[in-house]
Nanobody, 124 residues
Framework: QVQLVESGGGLVQAGGSLRLSCAAS????????MAWFRQTPGKEREFVAG????????YYAESVKGRFTISRDNARNTAYLEMNSLKPEDTTVYYC?????????????????WGQGTQVTVSS
C-alpha cells in the first residue's frame, strides 16, 4: 500500500524556519521523483519544489527560490523541504507528491501519489 506521510509542519514566526519530511512506503522510492506542493482553500494547488530520482536536479517556484531547499534521502525513503525566511504568505497546507519516472519539474505531476498534507502557519 502506497503511503506518503508528511510531518514537521507547525506554527512559526515570520523569518523563522521549518523542516518538512515526507516518509514514503509501499513503492520503490528511487523510481519516483518527489515534490512539494501547497494549497490554500479555494485556490489551485501550487508547485513549490521538485527533485529528480537521484537527487541531482531540483526545481523551485519563483516565490520560494533562495528560501526553500528540497532534498531526499533514498536510503531512508524520505524527502525533505527545508523552509527558511518564512513569510506569512507561506501559510497553508503543504503536500508531498511522488511521480513514477518523473523528472521533478513543475508540470509533470498528473497521476502522482499524494500525501495527506501538513499545516504550516507563519505569524507576522
Amino acid at each position: 500500500q502506497v503511503q506518503l506521510v508528511e510531518s514537521g509542519g507547525g506554527l512559526v514566526q515570520a523569518g523563522g524556519s521549518l523542516r518538512l519530511s515526507c516518509a514514503a512506503s509501499g513503492f520503490t522510492f528511487t523510481k519516483y521523483a518527489m515534490a512539494w506542493f501547497r494549497q490554500t482553500p479555494g485556490k489551485e494547488r501550487e508547485f513549490v519544489a521538485g527533485i529528480n530520482r537521484s537527487g541531482t536536479n531540483t526545481y523551485y517556484a519563483e516565490s520560494v527560490k533562495g528560501r526553500f531547499t528540497i532534498s531526499r534521502d533514498n536510503a531512508r525513503n524520505t524527502a525533505y523541504l527545508e523552509m527558511n525566511s518564512l513569510k506569512p504568505e507561506d501559510t497553508t497546507v503543504y503536500y508531498c507528491a511522488a511521480k513514477l519516472y518523473g523528472s521533478g519539474e513543475a508540470r509533470q505531476w498528473a497521476n502522482a501519489y499524494w500525501g495527506q498534507g501538513t499545516q504550516v502557519t507563519v505569524s507576522s
